[in-house]
Structure formats: structure tokens, C-alpha cells
């Protein structure tokens, strides 16, 4: 039987080592899979990649790139300042430009307007 279809841990056929899906090593993880457990990339390059056919990818591949856990940082904690910046831009968000009023909900750009304002106002 042949490896599977990118299984390159060398990094000779990709340039970086490289696994199929749900075949890499432990002590290696995804930006998301850091931010889970509290972490970041911290600087770090990237230690290897994983590789797998998807039907939504333009070239047919898509790919997760991994990292070192034991090189990770911990997630810088979140300052007021910032706090203050994102409740006032999610606010913004909500806040229909046609009456003016919260509308409890992110509203669509599509729309560009609350639910309940006439479709005029979207103009």
C-alpha cells in the first residue's frame, strides 16, 4: 500500500512538513487550536502543514498550517481600551443608518438597513 496522497514529513516534496488530514504529530497545532487553549503563535514560522481535497477550494486543496505548541505565548490579555473600542464598533454595527435605532442585531450589509424601516431608506 502507498502513503497517503501528502504525507511529506520530510518537507522535500512541499517545502514544509507536511500531513493529510488528521495524521499530525502531537505538540503541533492550528491558529484555532492555539486560541482554544488559550495561546498564540507568538512570532513563531510556521512548523508544518496539513493538506486535504475540498470541493469549495478554488484549486481543489486546502491547507491548515500548524504550530509549535511548547514555542507558543500565552494570548495577550484584553486592555480597557480595546474592550471600549470593540463595544463601540459592535454598537455601530447595530445601529441602523435609516431610523437610527439599535436594532439588537448586526445588520446585514446586504440589506444596509433594520428589518423594520421601509426599503426606501436603504437608498
Same mark, same amino acid.
Given at each position: 500500500?502507498?502513503?497517503?496522497?501528502?504525507?511529506?514529513?520530510?518537507?522535500?516534496?512541499?517545502?514544509?512538513?507536511?500531513?493529510?488530514?488528521?495524521?499530525?504529530?502531537?505538540?503541533?497545532?492550528?491558529?484555532?487550536?492555539?486560541?482554544?487553549?488559550?495561546?498564540?503563535?507568538g512570532g513563531q514560522e510556521i512548523?508544518?502543514?496539513?493538506?486535504?481535497?475540498?470541493?469549495?477550494?478554488?484549486?481543489?486543496?486546502?491547507?491548515?498550517?500548524l504550530y509549535r505548541i511548547d514555542?507558543? #505565548?500565552?494570548?495577550?490579555?484584553?486592555?480597557?481600551?480595546?474592550?471600549?473600542?470593540?463595544? #463601540?464598533?459592535?454598537?455601530?454595527?447595530?445601529?441602523?443608518?435609516?431610523?437610527?435605532?439599535?436594532?439588537?442585531?448586526?445588520?446585514?450589509?446586504?440589506?444596509?438597513i433594520c428589518a423594520t424601516c421601509?426599503?426606501?431608506?436603504?437608498?
Open positions: 500500500m502507498s502513503a497517503p496522497r501528502f504525507w511529506d514529513p520530510e518537507g522535500t516534496k512541499f517545502g514544509v512538513p507536511t500531513y493529510p488530514w488528521r495524521l499530525a504529530p502531537d505538540g503541533l497545532a492550528t491558529r484555532a487550536q492555539l486560541r482554544a487553549a488559550g495561546l498564540r503563535p512548523a508544518a502543514q496539513i493538506l486535504w481535497r475540498s470541493r469549495r477550494a478554488r484549486g481543489g486543496i486546502r491547507a491548515a498550517y514555542l507558543a #505565548k500565552p494570548v495577550r490579555p484584553m486592555t480597557p481600551a480595546k474592550r471600549a473600542a470593540l463595544a #463601540k464598533a459592535n454598537t455601530a454595527r447595530r445601529t441602523c443608518p435609516g431610523c437610527g435605532r439599535d436594532a439588537g442585531y448586526v445588520i446585514p450589509t446586504s440589506l444596509g421601509p426599503p426606501w431608506l436603504a437608498a
